[in-house]
């Protein structure tokens, strides 16, 4: 085993050694501390913006139901030609449909770009969970 011999000047030294070390370190901590906290506010503003996602995809729900329920009346309008008994002209009918395409079209857009958004944050706020719950 290597005895290590104690003196004065190698305490001193070690001294030393450790103060310049414990002031760096200190300076990392403040550093760290100033990054926390500015994480803090920083979460509770994503912690807002994810509240607001939630809220546009209840819009997006409520939009499909919408759309749902007059492609419901456009089928029974479809049904009253069909039997003869519509009072509105296949034109009307016509045009009725293509403003539902239209409808449809922006949908499938919104529901992509939200898609596409979500499932991105999602994916990034678990990898951020479990770089927050790791051991250090």
């Known amino acids: 085993m290597d005895e ?6 190698s305490m001193q030294a070690d001294h030393q050694t ?8 200190r300076k990392d901590i403040e550093r760290w501390q100033a990054e926390h906290a500015s994480a803090v506010g920083r979460l ?3 912690q807002r913006t994810i509240q607001e996602h939630g809220e546009c995809l209840q819009e997006h729900s409520r939009a499909f139901h919408t759309f749902e329920e007059s492609i419901g009346a456009h089928e029974r309008e479809i049904a009253k030609q069909i039997r003869g008994s519509n ?3 296949h034109d009307v009918v ?3 449909h293509q403003e539902q395409e239209g409808v449809f079209s922006r949908q499938k857009d919104a529901h992509e770009r939200i898609k596409k958004h979500h499932e991105g944050v999602m994916a990034q706020l678990k990898a ?3 770089s927050a719950v790791a051991p250090m």
Do not use: F, V, Y
């Open 128 to 130: 951020l969970e479990a």
């Open 94 to 96: 016509a045009n009725e």
């Open 4 to 9: 290590h011999i104690i003196t004065t000047k």
């Open 87 to 89: 009072e509105q002209s």
């Open 44 to 46: 509770a503003e994503i």
């Open 18 to 25: 450790w103060l310049a070390a414990h002031a760096q370190w």
